[in-house]
Every structure is written in structure tokens, then in C-alpha cells.
């Protein structure tokens, strides 16, 4: 278990997200609130197709946390390097700004770190070691900590 919270705001709906829905069994649709069989009624759809349409926020906000896991842990291996007082918080995708903002404790309060989209997916997608060395870089910069930063870029 991590020690730090991941958080997702924004869509995280792929195309495979869909088709899992699409073919889930009713049986694992979820429960429809009464607000949402009222969307559901007004925009003239039935409460099945609805509730797919909510499981497919749910496989993509499950798939997005797992991937801020794996986001997480490298971003802790960096802190490892930084001792005790450094600690990662909490991680959110926010996907509107198509970002990772990570929150550490440091010995001067909370920072907050903002990994570009395209540099996390590739952390967890591929963790090449330049790719490592770019979050690196990007953590120890932000964290005022350059003087371990060396010639990461």
C-alpha cells in the first residue's frame, strides 16, 4: 500500500474502458442514484445504458489511480534520496490541465510539484532511465534541491 493518496479529477476514459463496459454483465452495472435515472429519463436513454456510461468513468478512474501508483512510487524513489523530512503527500491527476500535481512535505512545509501529462505516462509506461532522470530533475528543481540534480537532463 502507498503511503500517499492518489486523487483523479477530470476524464479518464479510454476506448478500451468502453468496450469493457459495453460488454459487462448487467449484474455489474452499477446502482443508479435517483438524480442519475432522472438524467437518464430526460435524455430519453435507458437506465442500463446510463449506468454503463457511469461504469465507464469508474474503469477509468481506477485505471488512472493505478497509473498514479506507479507515479507515485518512482516520485518516492527520488525522495528516498532526500531523507526523512522529505515525503510524498498526495498525487492528483488533473486531467483538465493535463498534469500530475504531486503535494511533499519538505523541511520548509508542503510544495506542490506539477509533472507534465506526457512526461508521467511516460514514467510509468516505459520508466527508461532518461525518463526517470527527467522527473528527477523536474522534483529535485522544484524542490530547491539542484545541488543534487547534476547532469540529469
Same mark, same amino acid.
Given at each position: 500500500m ?9 476524464s479518464?476514459?479510454?476506448? !478500451? ?11 455489474? *452495472?452499477?446502482r *443508479?442514484?435517483? =438524480?442519475?435515472k &432522472? ?9 442500463? =445504458?446510463?449506468?454503463?456510461?457511469v461504469?465507464?468513468?469508474?474503469y477509468?478512474?481506477n485505471?488512472? $489511480?493505478?497509473?498514479g501508483?506507479?507515479?507515485?512510487e518512482r516520485? &518516492?524513489e527520488v525522495l ?5 523530512p522529505?515525503?510524498?503527500?498526495a498525487?492528483? $491527476? !488533473?486531467?483538465v ?8 512535505e ?8 506539477a509533472?507534465?501529462? &506526457? ?14 532522470n527527467r ?7 522544484? *524542490?530547491? $534541491? ?8
Amino acid at each position: 500500500m502507498p503511503h500517499f493518496g492518489v486523487f483523479v479529477s477530470g476524464s479518464t476514459s479510454s476506448v !478500451e474502458d468502453w468496450q469493457r463496459a459495453k460488454n459487462a454483465p448487467k449484474a455489474d *452495472l452499477p446502482r *443508479l442514484n435517483e =438524480e442519475q435515472k &432522472e438524467i437518464a429519463r430526460k435524455m430519453g436513454m435507458s437506465e442500463d =445504458e446510463y449506468a454503463r456510461g457511469v461504469l465507464v468513468l469508474q474503469y477509468g478512474e481506477n485505471r488512472q $489511480r493505478e497509473r498514479g501508483k506507479v507515479l507515485g512510487e518512482r516520485i &518516492e524513489e527520488v525522495l528516498e534520496d532526500l531523507g526523512a523530512p522529505y515525503k510524498l503527500d498526495a498525487l492528483m $491527476r !488533473e486531467g483538465v490541465k493535463f498534469r500530475w500535481l504531486a503535494r511533499i512535505e519538505t523541511p520548509r512545509g508542503l510544495r506542490n510539484v506539477a509533472i507534465g501529462m &506526457e512526461l508521467a505516462d511516460d514514467v510509468v509506461d516505459s520508466a527508461a532511465v532518461q525518463d526517470l532522470n527527467r522527473l528527477k530533475a523536474l522534483v529535485l528543481e522544484a *524542490l530547491d $534541491r539542484r545541488d543534487l540534480a547534476g547532469n540529469l537532463r
